[in-house]
């Protein structure tokens, strides 16, 4: 099924409230608690789960735990999901020792980069030279990447982790890549969130 990346961006928040929910004490959630906890509607949570066939009861609501399990397996968090990362500098290596992931059922495998002083075979994430990335994804059955280089090495870098079975990545090379056949990009500027969120605190500031 084929839906909009807003959708699948309330379920993850709708699963990360009820886990709050849930540490509260919670076992039964209604669709009018959920839009409250996400900034949604309640029409819009019912709209949301209803395209996965998820339905609760009018009166009694939806059951967390039961929930839970339906939208982790949605989302891809009933199995390990395993990733690398492409480029070891600063954003690069804050991801690698980053240990929410493992949480949320996302495993970081390893490290690549072409900085030879970078290499790391023994540390936490083994940090790797690029060259081998080929062979680590088609041994480790690898789909999904993240992409830390600098703008210059970053379309080369995507071509090649795309030709050896990466299908999806997440780029934090402060440029758009361009579209690759079979793989899913999801592009992350940094530079542009921060000045979209500086203007709009600067124009809030002017209208006070």
């Given at each position: 099924?084929?839906?909009?990346?807003?959708?699948?961006?309330?379920?993850?928040?709708?699963?990360?409230?009820?886990?709050?929910?849930?540490?509260?004490?919670?076992?039964?959630?209604?669709?009018?608690?959920?839009?409250?906890?996400?900034?949604?509607?309640?029409?819009?949570?019912?709209?949301?789960?209803?395209?996965?066939?998820?339905?609760?009861?009018?009166?009694?609501?939806?059951?967390?735990?039961?929930?839970?399990?339906?939208?982790?397996?949605?989302?891809?968090?009933?199995?390990?999901?395993?990733?690398?990362?492409?480029?070891?500098?600063?954003?690069?290596?804050?991801?690698?020792?980053?240990?929410?992931?493992?949480?949320?059922?996302?495993?970081?495998?390893?490290?690549?980069?072409?900085?030879?002083?970078?290499?790391?075979?023994?540390?936490?994430?083994?940090?790797?030279?690029?060259?081998?990335?080929?062979?680590?994804?088609?041994?480790?059955?690898?789909?999904?990447?993240?992409?830390?280089?600098?703008?210059?090495?970053?379309?080369?870098?995507?071509?090649?982790?795309?030709?050896?079975?990466?299908?999806?990545?997440?780029?934090f090379a402060p440029l758009?890549?361009?579209?690759?056949?079979?793989?899913?990009?999801?592009?992350?500027?940094?530079?542009?969130?921060?000045?979209?969120?500086?203007?709009?605190v600067n124009v809030e500031?002017?209208?006070?």
């Amino acid at each position: 099924m084929i839906t909009n990346k807003n959708c699948i961006i309330r379920l993850s928040r709708y699963k990360n409230a009820l886990y709050r929910l849930q540490a509260l004490g919670f076992v039964k959630v209604f669709s009018d608690n959920l839009a409250d906890s996400v900034g949604s509607t309640a029409s819009q949570v019912r709209k949301d789960f209803s395209l996965f066939g998820i339905s609760g009861n009018k009166k009694g609501g939806y059951q967390i735990d039961i929930l839970l399990e339906k939208l982790n397996s949605i989302l891809g968090k009933d199995q390990l999901q395993k990733v690398i990362v492409i480029g070891a500098g600063h954003i690069g290596s804050a991801l690698m020792r980053y240990r929410g992931f493992e949480k949320e059922g996302i495993k970081i495998l390893g490290g690549f980069d072409i900085d030879p002083a970078k290499i790391n075979r023994n540390s936490v994430v083994p940090i790797l030279p690029l060259e081998e990335v080929k062979a680590f994804i088609k041994a480790q059955g690898i789909k999904i990447a993240i992409l830390a280089v600098p703008d210059i090495a970053a379309q080369q870098a995507v071509e090649m982790i795309t030709g050896a079975g990466i299908k999806g990545v997440l780029n934090f090379a402060p440029l758009r890549l361009k579209d690759v056949e079979g793989c899913i990009i999801n592009n992350v500027n940094l530079e542009i969130e921060l000045e979209n969120l500086i203007y709009f605190v600067n124009v809030e500031a002017k209208i006070k």
